[in-house]
C-alpha cells in the first residue's frame, strides 16, 4: 500500500491531450501571423541570422517558455560569453594587481587587453582617449560629477528626459555654487534644439567658470536620440561635455573619432551584452580629465600617502588616479569578448529592431474594447515611421542627419558604413562561436566621419536615426480608467513577460510622456525645496534635514505611481517576431475584463 501511495500522480490522457491540441493550435496561429508579418515587412527575413543567434545563444529563453522585453534595463548575456569566460577562470590563476606578482600580471594582461578593446569598439584613438573602468555608467558620471571645478560662475546644462544618474550631478554643481539649468522635454521627450541653444546663449556676454553640458545619447523611457550636433554649439559656449551612452551603445555604434566635441562618455557593459554586470567605463579626453580635481583619494588613486600627516602625491598615470581601489580583475577578461560579440551582430539588429518596433507600437494601439470602443493600450512614445519605406542606394558615402530640427545638423551628419554581407557571414560563422570566446579585434573600426553608425547591411533595411526601440504606454478599462501599474506587471509576470513598470528612473523623461498635467503636478514639488541656509537651521535643531518631504505626500500631489509612471517595452539582441506578438496576444486577453479582474483578485492576495 505504501508502494502505491508513493507513486506520482500523473495527468489524465485527456488533459495531456487537450494541453498538446492547444499548443498546436497556437503554433499554427503564430505561424499564421508570422507568415503575414513577413508579408508585411519583407526585409524583415535578412535578419534570419539572429534567429540562429538565439538557437545557440538564448535557448533558455524559449526553455523557460517567457518573454523578455527590458532590454533597457540590461541585455540578456549569450551563453557562450558565459561559458568561454568560465573556461578562462577556471583555467587561470588571476590576482590583484596591486602588485608584480605572477597572478597580478595575468590580471594586468586581460585588464589591458579590454582597455584596447573598449577604445577601438568606441573608435576612440589611443593618443587621445583614455578607459577608465567603473562599477558602471552610473559610477562614471558621478567621477565626472563630483571631480568637475564647479564654481560661483560656472553653470550646468541637464535635459530634464535624462536618468537619475545624470539628475543627480546638480548636487556637486549646486553644492560649488553653479547654476543649473535643464532642458525641457517636448511631449515625446527629448529637447528642442532650438530652447537648448537658447539655453546655451543665455549670459554668454558674461564671463563663466567652468561649466559642464550633459547630453542623454537615448533616453531609457522615451527611447529619443537627440541630436549630437548641440555638443558642437555647447562646446562653443566654452562648456565641457559629457555624453550618457549607457541606453544608446547597446543598439548603435559610436565613432567618438567622428565625435570630437564629446569629451567625455559613460556606459554599463551589462547593457551592451549582458555580462558581466559591475562593469563600466568612462571613456574620456586626457585633455579633459587632466581639468578634473579629485575630492579624495583611496587605494590605487594615489603614488604616497603621507600617515599621520597630510601630504599626499596623487597618481602621475591619469588612469590610476580615477579608478578606485581594486578593478574588478575576474570579470574585465569578458569585456573584449562582448564587445566583439556586439560587433558581428548589431549590423542585423539595425535591420530587425525597428521592425519589430513599429509592428509592436501598432500592434498594441489597435487593441479597442468592442463595447465602448475605449482603446485598452496608449502609447506615449513618438511613433516610428515605417520601415517599408528604404532607400535602395548602397551609396557608401550617403549621409543621414540624426535630426532634422537641428540648425547645426550639416555638422552632425552620419556616415553610413554599409557592411556587406559576404563579410557579417564570415564573422558570424567564426567556428570561436561555438567552441569558444572570440578574439578580441584586432583593428579599430573602419574610420569615418560619421558620430554614430546604425550600420546596416547594404542595400537592406532603412536607417532610423533619433530613436530607440522603446514603447512606453499605459492601459486603460473599458470606461476610461488606468489599470494600476502593479496590476499590468502582475498579470505580464503571471503570462511570462518581464517588462519594467514605473518611471524607470527618469522621472523628466516619464512626466513629458504622460502630459502636462503631471508636470504641473511635478512643478508644485519645487515648494519644498530647501536652500543651504534654512537647511543649516533646521539641522542646528535637530530636524530630519535629509528629505525635506514625506513620499507619501509627494505621492499625493503627483497622483500616484500609476499617473506618473508608464509600462516600458524594450527590444533588444534576442528579440524576435514570437516576442512581440506574445506581448500583443497577452494584452489582448486583457481586453476580457471579467476574467481580468478575477485573475488580479488571485495575483493581489
Not at 130 to 136: A, D, H, Y
Request: proline share 6%.
Amino acid at each position: 500500500m505504501l508502494s502505491v501511495l508513493s507513486q506520482p500522480i500523473l495527468p489524465s490522457k485527456a488533459i495531456l491531450t487537450r494541453k498538446s491540441s492547444a499548443k498546436r493550435a497556437a503554433k499554427r496561429q503564430l505561424d499564421t501571423e508570422f507568415d503575414s508579418f513577413v508579408a508585411k515587412y519583407p526585409q524583415y527575413k535578412e535578419s534570419e541570422v539572429l534567429d540562429r543567434l538565439r538557437k545557440v545563444e538564448f535557448s533558455r529563453l524559449d526553455k523557460a517558455n517567457e518573454v523578455y522585453v527590458d532590454y533597457m534595463g540590461g541585455c540578456l548575456w549569450p551563453k557562450s560569453l558565459v561559458t568561454g569566460h568560465a573556461a578562462i577562470l577556471k583555467s587561470g590563476l588571476f590576482g590583484n594587481t596591486h602588485s608584480d606578482s605572477p597572478c597580478a600580471t595575468r590580471s594586468d594582461k586581460h585588464i589591458a587587453a579590454a582597455r584596447v578593446a573598449v577604445l577601438r569598439f568606441f573608435d576612440a584613438p589611443e593618443e587621445d582617449y583614455i578607459c577608465i573602468f567603473t562599477s558602471n555608467a552610473t559610477n562614471a558620471l558621478k567621477i565626472v560629477g563630483e571631480s568637475f571645478p564647479f564654481g560661483p560662475n560656472g553653470r550646468l546644462i541637464i535635459p530634464a528626459d535624462c536618468h537619475n544618474s545624470v539628475n543627480g550631478l546638480r548636487t556637486f554643481a549646486q553644492s560649488a555654487g553653479s547654476s543649473v539649468d535643464y532642458l525641457e522635454s517636448t511631449p515625446y521627450g527629448g529637447f528642442d534644439v532650438s530652447d537648448a541653444l537658447n539655453l546655451l546663449k543665455k549670459g554668454s556676454d558674461l564671463p563663466h567658470g567652468p561649466s559642464l553640458f550633459v547630453l542623454t545619447g537615448q533616453s531609457n523611457i522615451t527611447g529619443i536620440r537627440p541630436s549630437v550636433s548641440i555638443l558642437h554649439d555647447a562646446k562653443n559656449a566654452g562648456f565641457s561635455t559629457l555624453v550618457d551612452a549607457a541606453a544608446l551603445a547597446s543598439s548603435a555604434r559610436i565613432s567618438l573619432r567622428a565625435l570630437p566635441d564629446a569629451d567625455a562618455m559613460a556606459v554599463s557593459f551589462y547593457k551592451m551584452f549582458g555580462y558581466p554586470t559591475g562593469v563600466g567605463a568612462l571613456i574620456a579626453k586626457k585633455s579633459f580629465l587632466s581639468t578634473l580635481r579629485r575630492k579624495w583619494f583611496s587605494g590605487g588613486t594615489v603614488d604616497f600617502v603621507q600617515a599621520p600627516g597630510q601630504l599626499t602625491l596623487h597618481a602621475k598615470d591619469l588612469t590610476a588616479r580615477f579608478e578606485e581601489g581594486t578593478l574588478n580583475y575576474s570579470s574585465l577578461s569578458a569585456i573584449a569578448p562582448g564587445l566583439e560579440f556586439l560587433t558581428n551582430y548589431m549590423p542585423y539588429m539595425t535591420v530587425r529592431l525597428p521592425i519589430l518596433h513599429h509592428y509592436l507600437h501598432n500592434a498594441l494601439e489597435s487593441l479597442i474594447y468592442p463595447g465602448t470602443q475605449t482603446p485598452l493600450v496608449r502609447i506615449h512614445t513618438r511613433p516610428r515611421p515605417s520601415p517599408l519605406q528604404r532607400s535602395q542606394s548602397t551609396d557608401t558615402n550617403a549621409t543621414t542627419p540624426l535630426e532634422q530640427s537641428s540648425p547645426s545638423e550639416e555638422r552632425a551628419k552620419i556616415r553610413i558604413s554599409m557592411i556587406s554581407r559576404q563579410s557579417i557571414t564570415r564573422m558570424f560563422s567564426r567556428s570561436s562561436f561555438s567552441s569558444g570566446l572570440p578574439t578580441p579585434p584586432q583593428s579599430p573600426i573602419e574610420e569615418t566621419t560619421s558620430p554614430i553608425s546604425l550600420s546596416p547591411i547594404e542595400g537592406l533595411g532603412s536607417v532610423e536615426d533619433g530613436q530607440g526601440y522603446v514603447v512606453s504606454c499605459t492601459f486603460y478599462t473599458s470606461s476610461g480608467r488606468v489599470i494600476p501599474l502593479s496590476h499590468v506587471s502582475r498579470l505580464a509576470s503571471r503570462a511570462g513577460i518581464s517588462l519594467r513598470t514605473g518611471c524607470v528612473c527618469n522621472p523628466g523623461g516619464s512626466a513629458a510622456l504622460r502630459g502636462k498635467t503631471i508636470q504641473e503636478r511635478m512643478d508644485k514639488l519645487s515648494t519644498f525645496v530647501v536652500d543651504e541656509n534654512e537647511k543649516s537651521s533646521s539641522e542646528s535643531e535637530g530636524e530630519n534635514s535629509l528629505n525635506p518631504v514625506e513620499l507619501k505626500t509627494v505621492c499625493e500631489i503627483v497622483g500616484g505611481l500609476s499617473s506618473a509612471g508608464v509600462v516600458r517595452l524594450s527590444l533588444g539582441m534576442a528579440s524576435n517576431f514570437e516576442d512581440v506578438w506574445r506581448v500583443v496576444s497577452w494584452a489582448r486577453t486583457l481586453l476580457d475584463e471579467a476574467t481580468r479582474e478575477k485573475d488580479l483578485e488571485t495575483l493581489m492576495k
